[in-house]
């Protein structure tokens, strides 16, 4: 009788997309939800055209963050793919306009004379969005850093060095002045080491247990662990291995601890591909899965998690939440809400141009078209198997 349930209940691979139907899908999904940001800051009319929309009871000044905003976390979520070669596929020409298209607008976000100058200047959330434009420097060097010209390169840099006068919250904003400090190391200028020396230690000092970290001295059940801190603590201490500032076990256990929180990342997917609107910035949409999506990234996913498991969980995500909540407005842009337009569930530092944190679920895409990721049968993720009377892996506690 077992043994009948387990078969009716695990899905035909017969019935199941291919990695390349699912591949066009994340490309497609990712080029609507990036282009409206890249293209018009490539041509200086991103501030003309974006909405800005703001949560009730805001408390920004949006009109000098939420642009940074836009900019910062788009370039961190497509970083990767645009980091491949350029190809005649649909796909291809795609990554390849956005990447003229963003090598352009960061020309023009450093360029005082330009409209869409973007401010870093002033205001403490510039440093949170500097941040994330300093990942994306990180995760794609040769395809975003080193063909800018010398003089946007002296700029960048300057606009950097200007987020020093300011400082922020006493939680995961430590890493975000960490990573802006290493990203200027690694492209030889000169850090500032109490900030880098400071995010190292209290970071890891805010460290839970079993692949969580307390957002600040007191812990928060939400997803900022991916949102922000397992996916830019790796990425700040392999800057930091790079220049043998840490030990090897040192990095080596940040990864750990990454992969540890992704295995509960990919058992909250439920059957349907919807998971638990909780915690802070859920409008941040599908960026709740970004330690996942790099965990797959760096091909690091634990044995029993197979990459084929991970891309049909994530896909379903996708098709969840963009296929079934109008999450974009008429022009393509992000509306605030976690499924559709709910402006009453966003928080008071959240406008328009916090949502492209949504772009951060993509980072497979970095992955070439023949990695196993894309490759493999899609099978069966945990809470598919669960609840349909297949084996699957019992959960555990870790100690590292």
């Known amino acids: 009788m077992a043994q009948k349930q387990k078969t009716k209940g695990k899905t035909p691979e017969s019935s199941m997309p291919t990695g390349i139907q699912d591949r066009a899908y994340w ?64 796909e291809g020409r795609q990554r390849k306009e956005l990447k003229d298209a963003l090598l352009k607008g960061i020309v023009n976000a450093v360029n ?16 949170v969005d500097a941040a994330y434009v300093a990942q ?7 395809a975003l ?30 890493l975000f002045a960490g990573i802006s400090e290493v990203f200027l190391w690694s492209i030889g200028e000169q850090p500032d080491p109490v900030r880098i020396e400071f995010a190292r230690r209290k970071i890891i000092e805010w460290y839970q247990g079993d692949g969580w970290y307390s957002d600040g001295p007191s812990f928060s059940m939400d997803y900022y662990n991916s949102y922000v801190i ?18 090897t076990e040192d990095y080596e256990t940040a990864v750990k601890r990454m992969v540890r929180y992704s295995e509960f990342s990919e058992r909250i997917i439920a059957p ?45 995500v996708m098709h969840r939440m963009y296929d079934n909540c109008n999450n974009f407005d008429n022009n393509g842009w992000l509306v605030l809400g976690f499924c559709g337009h709910q402006p009453e569930i966003a928080d008071t530092y959240t406008s328009t141009g916090s949502l492209y944190m949504a772009t951060l679920g993509f980072l497979p895409l970095g992955l070439a078209a023949d990695n196993k990721f894309w490759t493999d049968p899609a099978t069966d993720w945990t809470s598919k198997k669960a609840w349909s009377s297949q084996p699957f892996k019992k959960d555990y506690h870790v100690d590292y």
């Open 27 to 90: 490309s497609d999904l990712l080029y609507k939800m990036a282009s409206p940001v890249i293209l018009n800051l490539a041509n200086g009319t991103l501030k003309k055209n974006m909405p800005v929309e703001k949560a009730p009871g805001y408390g920004l000044n949006a009109e000098k963050v939420t642009y940074l905003e836009a900019v910062g976390r788009t370039m961190a979520g497509v970083a990767p793919w645009l980091a491949l070669p350029d190809d005649d596929t649909k």
């Open 112 to 127: 005082p004379s330009n409209p869409d100058y973007l401010n870093f200047r002033t205001e403490a959330q510039p440093i």
């Open 136 to 142: 994306a420097f990180l995760r794609a060097p040769k």
């Open 145 to 174: 850093w080193e063909p800018l010209d010398s003089v946007t390169k002296k700029r960048v840099v300057e606009e950097f060095k200007s987020l020093r006068t300011r400082t922020g919250a006493y939680n995961n904003w430590l």
């Open 230 to 247: 397992h996916p830019m603590l790796v990425d700040f201490f392999k800057v930091l291995l790079d220049k043998k500032r840490i030990r």
């Open 272 to 316: 349907d591909g919807s998971y638990p609107a909780f915690g802070r910035s859920i409008t941040y949409r599908t960026a709740a899965f970004q330690a996942l999506a790099q965990t797959a990234l760096m091909e690091k996913l634990p044995a029993y998690i197979a990459p084929g498991q991970v891309r049909g969980a994530l896909t379903a």
